[in-house]
């Protein structure tokens, strides 16, 4: 869960005190950012119109994202009247300007971020349980900052809907990459309430009422809180996900979506089919995803000679 916008960072990076707590000071007019030290930029993409910065808080390593939330239709006419405008260039019908909105009309892990080489890796059942569960396994994120959405101890106020049920039950919230302002950018996400399944991997058919009871309460959440129905949303779960606790993201088919491409998104109606076609499909199918030049998993592949 993650970013947002021109000159406005979306979540600053959680102390262990904030971990153990969940919550921080909301009255505290200090911004999180203002005594950040570049370091440098991570990335940057026109296209997307955001920016990854590298700095330091207070001796704290942080990953600053910055990211243009989308246009809103309400402020435009004031937007193009009171801006400055500056020429840029002119060429007969055609003419380009930098353009200046008024202030109040300005939208209120490291090596993640780092542009690198990616490669596609084809992981059988037994390449998971041999080489990627065990460097997993090895790894040292926390999930307490899941815990604590999930024992109401930080993020209580975003969560939209609750099934309790420690079985088939989940939390839905909006993820921050999404500004909850315009439908066509819609982003949720359920996480599930037990903590023994980490991800795609784990799923038999054992997990078909979680799983369909996230799709059927998801999407009637979304319909009555967004008037967005079921046709409209882009239902799946990441392989690899960017966190071993299993959560599903409902977003919209307008929105491009990080992460929606073919090689890591599954649909989760395609997951439920398999599952019940086959309990041990995702056991023992052989997965495609992506994985970055600098990430330590690509390299326990490399060293099995499976690249």
């Not at 246009?71 to 002119?90: G, I, V």
């Not at 919230?173 to 315009?182: C, H, I, T």
């Not at 799946?236 to 071993?244: A, E, K, T, V």
């Not at 398999?274 to 992506?290: G, I, K, Q, V």
């Amino acid at each position: 869960m993650a970013e947002n916008e021109n000159g406005r960072a979306t979540k600053r990076p959680k102390s262990e005190a904030d971990n153990e707590t969940g919550d921080t000071d909301e009255k505290s007019t200090e911004s999180p950012v203002a005594n950040l030290v570049v370091t440098r930029i991570l990335r940057e993409c026109a296209r997307e119109k955001n920016v990854f910065i590298h700095g330091k808080v207070k001796d704290q390593d942080a990953v600053v994202i910055l990211e243009k939330t989308p246009f809103r239709q309400d402020t435009l006419s004031e937007l193009l009247k009171a801006s400055e405008l500056k020429l840029e260039m002119k060429n007969d019908v055609y003419s380009t300007f930098q353009l200046h909105a008024p202030a109040h009309l300005n939208e209120k892990h490291i090596k993640k971020y780092l542009h690198q080489e990616v490669f596609l890796v084809e992981e059988s059942g037994e390449d998971y349980r041999n080489l990627t569960l065990p460097y997993i396994s090895g790894q040292s994120f926390s999930l307490q900052w899941v815990y604590n959405i999930l024992e109401k101890k930080a993020e209580a106020d975003r969560i939209v809907f609750e099934d309790p049920d420690p079985k088939t039950g989940f939390v839905l919230l909006p993820d921050f990459k999404w500004d909850q302002k315009q439908l066509q950018d819609l982003y949720l996400i359920a996480i599930i309430h037990r903590r023994d399944v980490k991800s795609l991997r784990d799923l038999t058919s054992e997990h078909l009422p979680l799983l369909t009871n996230i799709r059927r309460k998801g999407e009637d959440t979304i319909l009555q809180k967004y008037s967005v129905s079921a046709s409209k949303l882009r239902v799946y779960l990441h392989y690899q996900p960017s966190y071993y606790h299993l959560h599903v993201h409902f977003t919209s088919l307008e929105y491009n979506a990080p992460g929606c491409g073919v090689e890591r998104a599954h649909l989760l109606s395609d997951v439920i089919q398999n599952l019940e076609a086959d309990s041990t499909y995702y056991h023992n199918r052989s997965l495609t995803f992506p994985l970055r030049a600098d990430d330590g998993l690509l390299l326990r592949f490399r060293e099995a000679g499976k690249l």
